[in-house]
Structure formats: structure tokens, C-alpha cells
């Protein structure tokens, strides 16, 4: 039956959360780079309740929340509903049990296909709700500003597989901003070329290109990604003279007029300078 | 909040690792009958639920409920995920939540 429906990975990570990267579309840009860049700002993750639970928080109940060293305010559960209470016309209130957890939400309801949307959502319905996390006399909950019911059921499986993965990209960003590595554009690009999708259930995922306009409209193609990889390696980083043109041409195993295509390309970008002369480039430093 | 009482995501092989506790899985159904149903794990192994199943049951259905044999779930609850489901996908989730990733679950 599986083959039938193959799970696709390509569209399962372009859609549901929304990668720090998103949220920070001028990071190539930014001339004073710092490690805590981009970990501090928002968007909507895909975490579990377990997670939830687990977040610290700073101070006090208006401080934010952390998961991962980074802070999260709104985010993206799928689980089942229960305890539903139509407190007032606006005012629904439930729980939402994900398998990991159980959570409290509040849903205010202010347009009539809000209400509707509601109404048709009863206690043991599977639903994707995003929200504001906050806690509120001490216990944490959700504030809901979309819930809706899951159609396909794919959508279960890829919503935990889509945590595991922003955990990893998380932990891998802190490690290596942490070891104040340089390869984090590497990452990022990576995101932020894939590809819009319209999944089978028929909503279309956000495309990272539209967070991106800064850098680039399309975003780094490939090619000058190797390229400024290549330079942004420690090792060449520390070198003064900055690195040959023909070095990247035989290291990358590629034409030198398509280096300099590249080069070109990442030097309007700001990306990349050149060094002592035209022939020798240095990629911007910045974390 | 309440992280208490979790339920476990399993797949046929990963059932006996937790006898007597909450867990969570998704079966292909080969057999529906009234107080129970026969069908297979996602690691393609034969699980017997029982419970009162959905009537009539979808082609997959996951089910959440106590392990009571390492081959049998007692369900509390039912839900019917369709007619198509990518069993394979469910299953590197089973594996992940249950190894590397056990911590963002359980």
C-alpha cells in the first residue's frame, strides 16, 4: 500500500513550520554579525506538548519561551481535541492531547467562519492548530489563531518527523554558532531552496523565497553556494591573501569562468571581496 | 499541562517495550469484527486490537490504548485514518520517537 503513497520528503520539509531562517532574511546582509543573531526572533515551530512542557523561561510570565536556545512564541501542534467548552460566543476552550502531552487552548472567535470552523471540531478530532504560546497564572497555554481539522492523515506522521527535524536544525545551528563556525549559510541555503509544493490535502506551503527578497530574489543557486562555501572553510578564512581563483576552479572542479560567474554574482551580494587583487577573494566573515 | 501519561508510538517490534503502557499505533486492518480487529503493524507484523472499532473501519486505522502482549493492544481510542497512509514513513517515526529522538516524546 505504501508504494501507493510514498511519503515525500521533498514537499513533507517544505511545508508546516517556519525555519529561523525565514525570520531572518537579512542575515547575509548584516555587517555586524553575532552567534545569538537569529536564534532570538519569531515564527511558527513545530514542536510537541513534551517539548512545551520542557521550555525555560527567563523571567517572568511575560518573558519568552525557550526550546533549544531559541525563542519561541508561536507554534504548531497536531493532536487530538478534547474537554471542548463553548464558554461564551467567542470563548472556546479545550485540550489538545498529542500522544506526548496535554495541553490547555483558548480559541477567541471573532468572525463568523471562526465560529463555524469551531463548531464543526468536536472532542476526539484530530486537528493541526497553530498558536501563541503563554502561560498564564503559572500554567502554560495555547492562545489558537487557526484550528482546523486533519484531513489527511500523513499530515500526523510528517508534523512529528517536522519537530524532529527543527529540533536537529536547532541543535545543529547552536553547535555550531557555539564553535563559532562559519558553515551555518550552508544550512540555511539549503532551506531556503526548496521548492513550493502543494501537498494532497491541497493547501500550499509557504515558500522561504519570499523571506529571502534581500539577499537575493531566487536565493543562492547552487553553484555560487559551492563556491562560497569553499571559501567560508575556516582554513581559508584565515588566509590573508584571501584564495585564487584557479584554486576554486580545481578544488570545485569547474571552469574558471564559471568561478568567476559565481564570484561576481556573490561579490554584488556582498557575500564575498576581493582580496589583494582581482584574482584573490575572501568571503565576508560573520556568523 | 499534563505529560503524565504519554502514549508511545509503536510499531510491531517495538510493542513489547512497553507492556502495560499507553501507546499509539497504526494498523492496516485485515480483519474487523465487533469487539476486536486483526491487523497488521507498520513493521508488517500481526497485531490483534481489541476494543470496539470504528464501524466500518478505513483501510488503516490507528488506534491508542494499553500494550498488553507483545502482540496485542487493548484500545481505547479509535481513529480512522482513510484509505491510504504511508505505513513506511510511520514506521522510521516509530523507530525515531523510540531511539535518538525518544526525548522530544516520552
Known amino acids: 500500500m505504501s508504494s501507493n503513497n510514498p511519503f515525500d520528503a521533498t514537499s513533507a520539509f517544505s511545508g508546516g513550520g517556519f525555519m529561523p531562517s525565514q525570520r531572518q532574511p537579512s542575515r547575509f546582509a548584516d555587517s555586524t554579525p553575532s552567534p545569538s543573531k ?155 531552496n526548496t521548492p513550493v509544493h502543494t501537498t494532497s490535502n491541497g493547501y500550499q506551503t509557504p515558500s522561504f523565497n519570499n523571506f529571502t527578497v534581500d539577499v537575493s530574489p531566487d536565493g543562492l543557486k547552487g553553484f555560487d553556494k559551492l563556491v562560497l562555501n569553499y571559501l567560508q572553510q575556516p582554513s581559508n578564512i584565515e588566509r590573508e591573501m584571501g584564495v585564487h581563483l584557479k584554486e576554486i576552479s580545481q578544488q570545485l572542479k569547474s571552469p574558471i569562468e564559471k568561478i568567476k560567474d559565481a564570484i561576481e554574482f556573490l561579490e554584488k551580494e556582498g557575500l564575498v571581496y576581493s582580496s589583494i587583487d582581482d584574482y584573490h577573494y575572501k568571503a565576508v566573515e560573520g556568523c | 499541562m499534563d505529560t503524565s501519561n504519554p502514549a508511545a508510538f509503536v510499531n510491531g517490534g517495538l510493542l513489547r517495550m512497553h507492556l502495560g503502557r499507553k501507546v499509539r499505533a497504526v494498523i492496516q486492518v485485515i480483519r474487523s469484527d465487533v469487539g ?58 516509530c523507530q525515531l520517537a523510540n531511539g535518538e529522538f525518544k526525548h522530544l516524546f516520552l
Request: glycine share 8%; net charge negative.
Open chain 1, 38 to 192: 537569529g536564534r532570538d526572533s519569531q515564527g511558527l515551530i513545530p514542536v510537541t506538548v513534551k517539548q512545551i512542557s520542557e521550555a525555560s523561561q527567563s523571567g517572568d510570565e511575560k518573558s519568552n519561551f525557550t526550546i533549544n536556545g531559541v525563542d519561541v512564541t508561536n507554534v504548531t501542534v497536531v493532536g487530538m481535541l478534547f474537554d471542548k467548552k463553548v464558554r461564551s460566543f467567542n470563548d472556546i476552550r479545550f485540550h489538545l492531547d498529542d500522544g506526548t502531552g496535554r495541553i490547555e487552548c483558548i480559541r477567541w472567535v471573532t468572525e463568523n467562519s471562526e465560529t463555524r470552523q469551531m463548531d464543526e471540531i468536536d472532542d476526539g478530532t484530530y486537528v493541526r492548530l497553530n498558536g501563541h504560546l503563554q502561560s498564564f497564572q503559572g500554567k502554560r497555554q495555547l492562545v489558537a489563531f487557526s484550528v482546523r481539522p486533519v484531513t489527511n492523515f500523513d499530515e500526523v506522521t510528517f508534523h512529528y518527523i517536522d519537530c524532529i527535524y527543527l529540533h536537529l536544525y536547532n541543535a545543529k545551528l547552536l553547535t555550531q554558532c557555539q564553535g563559532g563556525a562559519l558553515t551555518q549559510p550552508q544550512l540555511i541555503e539549503s532551506l531556503s
Open chain 2, 36 to 93: 476486536s480487529v486483526i491487523g497488521k503493524s507498520t513493521d508488517d507484523s500481526q497485531i490483534i486490537v481489541k476494543g470496539s472499532p470504528p464501524i466500518p473501519p478505513t483501510n488503516y486505522v490507528e488506534v491508542i490504548g494499553v500494550a498488553e502482549t507483545d502482540n496485542s493492544i487493548r484500545a481505547e481510542i479509535w481513529t480512522n485514518f482513510g484509505d491510504t497512509f504511508d505505513m513506511s514513513s510511520y514506521d522510521q517515526l
